[in-house]
């Protein structure tokens, strides 16, 4: 989260647009060719408050859940997409 971008804001049956930013692993698919495909996957998590300045990325990576009763219940895993790290 930055001050500079706003927050997405979305109701229930909304679609939003998400663009993943690589760091070359794509752009240079031959440096290793042997990577397994879906090396990565990316969580994508969502929460209805809007002050987490006492939420660590710890208290939201992997224990965030689909159901809202993981970690600190400050909000919810919404999807997990693989990409091909290849």
Do not use: C, M
């Not at 989260?1 to 240079?28: M, P, R």
């Not at 998590?45 to 992997?62: E, P, V």
């Not at 600190?72 to 895993?77: A, E, F, H, I």
């Amino acid at each position: 989260y930055y001050d500079q971008f706003s927050l997405v804001k979305a109701a229930s049956g909304d679609f939003i647009a998400l663009q993943y930013q690589e760091n070359g692993h794509i752009t240079l698919p031959t440096i290793n060719p042997n990577k397994t495909p879906n090396y990565r996957t990316v969580n994508v998590y969502g929460t209805l408050h809007n002050n987490l300045i006492d939420t660590n990325l710890i208290d939201i990576h992997l224990t965030w859940t689909p159901d809202g009763t993981g970690s600190n219940q400050k909000g919810r895993l919404i999807t997990t997409q693989d990409y091909d790290n290849r």
